[in-house]
């Protein structure tokens, strides 16, 4: 009998410890990523955008699970005109974290810019539905008129611009 109570202490201590180094490396990959979300943050604050794509992809292989590293990488493919994968990013960080509105508004701004009025639109909407405060302090009616101004004269046929550009006259006169 005392041969089953010692060989059953055995058994539950080397279970904790097995457990607790598990959450031990569990908090080590999670730290790394991190690590590397942070120092991609840096370079993407400093204009050096394909760098910062390096370190945000090297925390997502971390921990894939983080709806604020896909957010940032995405911001850094929009930074370089790279919308689409932008789009991909900013979805991924959306399905983690379906309330995410930086993500939301990202994933609007990128919409634009491919063209895509009406997804540009529906994102803007649903990111204004999440916090308008927030969406309100970050869109400049003005900026965004002369951007669309700029657009329809390097596309004077594209008529979803038109009917935007016509909507948004509409809403910034009232």
């Not at 943050?41 to 699970?65: D, M, P, R, V």
């Not at 951007?147 to 611009?161: A, S, V």
């Amino acid at each position: 009998m005392k041969a089953l109570n010692f060989l059953s202490l055995v058994l539950i201590i080397f279970v904790v410890l097995l457990l607790y180094n598990y959450s031990c490396i569990a908090k080590q990959e999670i730290s790394n990523s991190e690590i590397y979300n942070l120092k991609g943050y840096i370079l993407l604050k400093e204009g050096n955008y394909k760098k910062s794509i390096q370190y945000f992809q090297l925390a997502i292989e971390k921990n894939t699970h983080s709806a604020i590293y896909y957010n940032n990488l995405g911001c850094a493919y929009y930074n370089i005109g790279e919308y689409k994968k932008a789009v991909e990013d900013f979805k991924l960080a959306i399905n983690l974290d379906k309330n995410y509105i930086k993500a939301y508004y990202n994933l609007s701004a990128s919409y634009f810019w491919l063209g895509r009025y009406f997804s540009a639109i529906k994102y803007y909407l649903r990111a204004k539905n999440i916090d308008e405060d927030y969406v309100n302090q970050r869109l400049d009616f003005d900026q965004l008129e002369k951007t669309i101004e700029t657009k329809m004269e390097n596309n004077p046929d594209d008529k979803d611009l038109k009917r935007l550009y016509k909507n948004l006259k509409k809403y910034n006169d009232k």
